[in-house]
C-alpha cells in the first residue's frame, strides 16, 4: 500500500464567482487557496496530489499553480463533459446545451484509475486549515482503513454576507455521519439562518450545524458503490440539463445502504471560501494574517 492520497476538485467553472478563483492570487506572493491546501497536505504526510481539472485550461493550471510546486509528486485527471458518459446521454445533453460536466461525484469517478490508496478529497477553491490536514492525514495512515471520514465545519463560520450558499447538513450520531441533507440556498437573514426551498418554505438551522465542505476521506475500494450511485444518478436526472451529482448527496446514499460508515473526525481550524468576488478581501485579510503569524512561510514553497 502506498501512502495516503489527496485529490482536489478543480474542474469547475465558479459561475457566480465570476472566473476562474481556483487561479486567482490570494496570498503575498500569488498564491492561490490551493497552494495552501497542499502545503498542508503534504506536511500532514500525504505523499501525493490528484488535480481533476479540464483540458481547456490544463496549460494556465500548469503555469499559474503547478510551476511553483516544486518538488511534490503529483497527476491530473480530466473531467469533460463526455468523460464516462454513455454516448447516447453525453450527445443528447451536448444538444440541448449542457456545458457543465455531472458534479463532484462524476469528477471523482474521472480520477479513480490514478487512486490506489486511501485518500481524501477536497475543493481547489476553500481554505481548510491546518489542523484539519494533520487529523485527516492521521486517519488515512490507519492500516486496513475500511471506513470513511469528514471533516465537518461550523455552518455559522462557512456563509456569505454576499448571497446564498449551498451545504450538506451533517447529523452525526456517536461520533459517526449518521445522514447528510445537501442544501442549496442556505442564507443568514435578520440573525436567523435559513434555508430557503425549491417550493419557498424557509427552514431553520442553528448556526452551530455540522456541514460538510467537500474534505471526506475514502478507502480506495470505495470505487465501485460510488460507480452504482452515480448509474443510478443518470438514469433518474442525467436527462435535467443543470443535474449535478453531489458527494454529500452520495456520502448520505453508502451510508444509508450499508456501504460505508464515515467517522466524524474533529479539527480546530477555520474554514473560508470564494463564493462570490466579494468574499476575495477576506480571504485575503486571513491570508495575510496566517502568514505574519508564522502558520505559513513566505513565499509559501520558498
Known sequence: MTGSILVVLAAGMGSRYGGLKQMDSIGPHGEVLLDFSVFDALRAGFEKVIFIIRHDFEADFEKVIL?????????????????????DLAAESKRDGRTKPWGTVHALLCAESKIDAPFAIINADDFYGREAFEVMGDYLKTCEI??????????????SPKGT??????????????????????????????????N?????????????????????AIFPALKRYFEEFLREAGKELKSECYLPRAADWLIKNDFLRFRVLKADSEWFGITY??????AVNHIKGLTEKGVYPSPLWG
Request: charged letters at 25%.
Open 200 to 220: 419557498g418554505l424557509k427552514r431553520a438551522l442553528a448556526s452551530d450545524t455540522p456541514v460538510s465542505m467537500n474534505f471526506w476521506g475514502f478507502p480506495a
Open 277 to 282: 468576488k466579494e468574499d476575495r478581501e477576506m
Open 165 to 198: 450558499v449551498t451545504r450538506g447538513v451533517c447529523e452525526v450520531s456517536n461520533g459517526y455521519l449518521t445522514a447528510v441533507d445537501e442544501l442549496m440556498a442556505i442564507a443568514k437573514t435578520d440573525g436567523v439562518i435559513y434555508n430557503t426551498g425549491e
Open 146 to 159: 475500511t471506513e470513511g471520514s469528514i471533516v465537518p465545519y461550523m455552518l455559522e463560520k462557512t456563509l
Open 67 to 87: 510551476s511553483r510546486m516544486k518538488g511534490i509528486k503529483y497527476d491530473i485527471a480530466y473531467q469533460e463533459l463526455s468523460s464516462l458518459i454513455p454516448p
